[in-house]
């Protein structure tokens, strides 16, 4: 049984920074994955990390960093060059399958989201 907890969201300007964190609890998931999500539209996959190898979208390749911590029970995203379109509630998700990368159907554990608003 796992379980995921997302802190670290907030307001911030445009080009500003944040730092989002996730902790597992339970058995070390195969894969944890961040996926954005704004009201009317669907779940976007962010970036993940699956038995160890770091997996990015289009989106956050340049500005946003996955990263673990050595008990693989952390995740980490740190997202700088922030946009007003990058607004929206972050969710941290995990996964006991090995090639979930970014495809949310295949996470089954999902936390509650924080919030992410960028101001121009």
């Known amino acids: 049984q796992v379980d995921v907890v997302e802190s670290g969201g907030g307001s911030v300007q445009a080009g500003g920074s944040l730092r989002l964190s996730c902790v597992a609890s339970?058995?070390?998931?195969?894969?944890m994955g961040w996926f954005r999500q704004v009201p009317g539209k669907e779940r976007e996959g962010v970036a993940a990390?699956?038995?160890?190898?770091?997996i990015d979208s289009n989106v956050a390749r340049g500005r946003f960093t996955v990263s673990q911590d050595n008990a693989k029970k952390t995740l980490y995203l740190e997202m700088n060059n922030l946009k007003p379109q990058d607004t929206s509630m972050y969710y941290c998700?995990?996964?006991?399958?090995?090639?979930?990368?970014?495809?949310?159907?295949?996470?089954?554990?999902w936390g509650r989201g924080t919030q992410v608003t960028v101001s121009s």
């Open positions: 998700a995990a996964s006991q399958v090995q090639w979930a990368f970014l495809r949310a159907d295949l996470y089954d554990v």
């Open positions: 339970g058995d070390i998931p195969e894969c």
């Open positions: 990390i699956c038995s160890g190898r770091p």
